[in-house]
């Protein structure tokens, strides 16, 4: 059975930081590009940050400079660290992985607030 599970959201003040997780299972995590994406209340879902499995980055223009993805193979794990935090970052974070082949698999999301 297929897991993504992210975790690490919460209630930030601007200017702040937050770190998010992303713990797999079931998949060969090696070989899959790793994404994180997100989605604003009444808005489309957008994607945030993505790692190929070499660990190659691409960032949104909005998140460059401020946001970091990183992945573990050890530990089958995707990380998004989040710095200099603004209310415009509002939103549930998602987990996405995609398969060579183009099989992707999602987690259940993960809340961020950025509020005063």
């Known amino acids: 059975q297929v897991q993504l599970v992210e975790s690490g959201g919460g209630l930030v003040q601007p200017g702040g930081s937050l770190r998010l997780s992303c713990v797999t299972s079931?998949?060969?995590?090696?070989?899959?590009?790793m994404h994180w994406y997100r989605q604003a209340p009444g808005k489309e879902r957008e994607l945030v940050a993505r790692i190929s499995s070499g660990g190659r980055t691409n960032y949104a223009d909005s998140v460059k400079g401020r946001f970091t993805i990183s992945r573990d193979h050890t530990k089958n794990s995707v990380y998004l660290q989040m710095n200099s935090l603004k209310p415009e970052d509002t939103a549930v974070y998602y987990c996405?992985?995609?398969?060579?082949?183009?099989?992707?698999?999602w987690g259940q999301g993960t809340q961020v607030t950025v509020s005063s």
């Open positions: 079931g998949i060969v995590f090696t070989i899959y590009s």
């Open positions: 996405n992985g995609q398969h060579p082949g183009g099989r992707i698999y």
